[in-house]
């Protein structure tokens, strides 16, 4: 089984201090600090002594325990665990001294304490983020955002903080965060072999009871590595929106797990705030549903997330989608990662909410998926969308059927690697000169041969 650590969360507001430096004074001082876990409600429950039991033998086997502290959707610090320290020991005056004195008065609604020898600031947790995982089980992603405290996490890629040669327990960030660019690099570096993991996906499909063309599924992919938005347009009942589900589902992404949403477009969408948010009269900052969705995938950004507008062109797309549109022409190079120009304008945004929605982008392992019905219900599209989407057609139904023994075949969790954008313009595929050459040539081909049908 792998090594148990825990997630803390904290809240600055409740005592109106800063937590993490709080602390840290203690340990400059006392050389350790005791951060006390305090109940919410005379009913709450302790916790679980047996998840401390677990944590004290795993520290005495000479094991880096690792707490993570979480606070408005990020992981702020980390903290060296030297002993953890249940609800009945904590009422031992000999711990007092080791409580930052600002909450030493609610010493008694302590259901457990952490003691702790060092902690480093973090300034950027992506690798944390992406590292995590629920302690238990096969990968289970880590919801930050109920109300449990503490949370028991397991890294994917066990790194070591504390366990080196440091002039002093507030250690160096600059070498911290030397190393989590580096870790963060590598946890991004799996390996897929396409035409196998698409082999697969086909037959995932076939297995649910829909059947497409292969050509279809292997344009579906590749129109999604090389452009983050794909629309598919046909008639309808030519299963649109079943393809988007099935392939997002195949690869580990559905509804249950957060990583799949399929969201109706309404004839009513004038503008972006359904997606986007909007400020109340009160000047408060509502979320959108799109702007929810990306925070999560920030968050979780080593996995592929697929954001799917369902007949989306039963109100006019520049209306409502324009401002995503142009965000997504921002894509840059960010060192290893693919970044835009921030989701939402400051002036969109409350104080409260800029700290939790300020710096949103659109992550590289976000995929946006139209679909689209051509009738007279619909609005047409604009050059500026098509000029920014790939476009699949759904143009025949196929009326073979199969029937007979289907082995059953359960969903992958594929990293977003297997999506993931390589080359965003031609200086980063200078290798492939040649395959540059050859395909500018069929374009050109097309080209001519376009002029020529349209002057007949």
């Known amino acids: 089984m792998s090594d148990i650590h825990i997630v803390l969360k904290y809240n600055d507001n409740l005592y109106r201090v800063d937590t993490i430096k709080e602390h840290e004074d203690v340990i400059k001082d006392k050389g350790k600090v005791i951060w006390g876990i305090i109940k919410p409600s005379d009913g709450s429950p302790g916790v679980d002594r047996g998840k401390i039991k677990l944590i004290n033998e795993q520290i005495k086997k000479g094991i880096e325990t690792k707490a993570f502290f979480y606070t408005q959707g990020r992981i702020t610090a980390v903290g060296l665990i030297t002993k953890m320290i249940d609800r009945e020991e904590m009422k031992n005056s000999i711990y007092l001294d080791l409580i930052p004195e600002y909450y030493r008065k609610d010493i008694n609604r302590c259901v457990a304490g952490v003691e702790l020898s060092s902690m480093i600031k973090l300034e950027d947790d992506t690798f944390e983020r992406a590292n995590l995982y629920r302690f238990g089980t096969e990968f289970g992603s880590v919801s930050y955002a109920n109300r449990v405290n503490p949370m028991y996490v397991s890294e994917r890629t066990p790194r070591s903080y504390f366990f080196k040669n440091y002039e002093k327990n507030i250690v160096n960030l600059e070498v911290i965060n030397k190393e989590v660019a580096y870790d963060k690099v590598n946890t991004n570096e799996i390996v897929y072999n396409v035409k196998d993991e698409l082999d697969y996906i086909k037959s995932y499909i076939k297995n649910h009871g829909f059947s497409y063309n292969d050509k279809l599924i292997e344009n579906f992919y590749l129109s999604l590595k090389s452009k983050p938005f794909l629309i598919l347009a046909g008639i309808s009942g030519t299963g649109k929106s079943k393809l988007a589900r099935l392939f997002a589902e195949a690869i580990g992404c559905n509804t249950k797990n957060g990583r799949f949403m399929l969201v109706p477009v309404r004839p009513d969408w004038s503008d972006s705030t359904e997606l986007l948010g909007y400020k109340d009269?009160?000047?408060?900052?509502?979320?959108?549903?799109?702007?929810?969705?990306?925070?999560?995938?920030?968050?979780d950004i080593n996995r592929p997330y697929f954001f799917v507008l369902d007949e989306m062109n039963l109100a006019r797309v520049e209306h409502y989608f324009s401002d995503i549109l142009s965000i997504i022409e921002s894509r840059k190079k960010d060192g290893d990662r693919i970044?835009?120009?921030?989701?939402?304008?400051?002036?969109?945004?409350?104080?409260?909410?800029?700290?939790?929605?300020?710096?949103?982008?659109?992550?590289?392992?976000?995929?946006?998926?139209?679909?689209v019905n051509m009738d007279e219900t619909t609005f047409p599209f604009s050059k500026k969308v098509l000029?920014?989407?790939?476009?699949?057609?759904?143009?025949?139904?196929?009326?073979?059927?199969?029937?007979?023994?289907?082995?059953?075949?359960?969903?992958?969790?594929?990293?977003?690697?297997?999506?993931?954008?390589?080359?965003?313009?031609?200086?980063?595929?200078?290798?492939?000169?040649?395959?540059?050459?050859?395909?500018?040539?069929?374009?050109?081909?097309?080209?001519?041969?376009?002029?020529?049908?349209?002057?007949?």
């Open 281 to 299: 009269m009160h000047n408060k900052f509502h979320p959108g549903v799109l702007t929810n969705f990306i925070k999560r995938a920030i968050n």
């Open 339 to 371: 970044v835009t120009d921030p989701l939402l304008n400051k002036e969109l945004l409350d104080e409260d909410s800029f700290h939790e929605y300020g710096n949103l982008y659109i992550p590289e392992n976000l995929y946006f998926i139209g679909t």
């Open 387 to 456: 000029d920014r989407a790939n476009v699949i057609e759904f143009s025949d139904v196929n009326l073979d059927y199969f029937v007979g023994d289907i082995e059953e075949i359960t969903e992958k969790v594929l990293n977003n690697s297997f999506l993931k954008s390589e080359f965003l313009t031609l200086n980063d595929c200078l290798d492939y000169r040649e395959i540059i050459d050859d395909v500018i040539l069929v374009l050109k081909k097309i080209k001519v041969s376009c002029i020529i049908k349209c002057n007949r």
